[in-house]
């Protein structure tokens, strides 16, 4: 008996290099082309960049989700809360520390300024088919 070797599909993605990864946050942070429209794009990529998490993850993020414990900001990952919040699988539930450069950037005065709402990224809207 054997076991299949895994093959390469063709959706597969390269990670981008620490260049694009440079270019990007710069730009994210700067915003000297103009590009970043809304300040949930900005937070919700730069959240993306520095916690690994997945895109579902952070659009279904709420205000509650986010706490700051023993004076450490952290992102509790979970499908507590609305109806809508899914998790891929049972272990992806997690508690992610936020980066200290989250921090300095003004992600908490980001936070604050969403409190009226339960989600986060409350302009992002939820589609059945994808999250």
Request: aromatic share 8%.
């Amino acid at each position: 008996m054997k076991v299949a070797k895994a093959k390469a599909g063709a959706t597969d993605r390269a990670a981008f290099t620490p260049e694009q990864i440079q270019k990007l946050f710069t730009e994210l942070t700067d915003n000297s082309s103009k590009l970043v429209k809304k300040e949930s794009h900005k937070w919700a990529t730069l959240l993306a960049m520095f916690t690994g998490a997945r895109l579902n993850e952070i659009c279904q993020i709420e205000i509650a989700d986010i706490q700051q414990t023993d004076g450490i900001w952290v992102l509790n990952i979970t499908d507590e809360g609305e109806n809508n919040k899914r998790l891929k699988a049972r272990a992806s539930k997690r508690q992610v520390p936020l980066h200290s450069e989250l921090i300095r950037l003004g992600f908490p005065a980001f936070i604050e300024s969403r409190k009226e709402h339960t989600r986060l990224f409350h302009d992002y809207s939820y589609e059945t088919n994808g999250g």
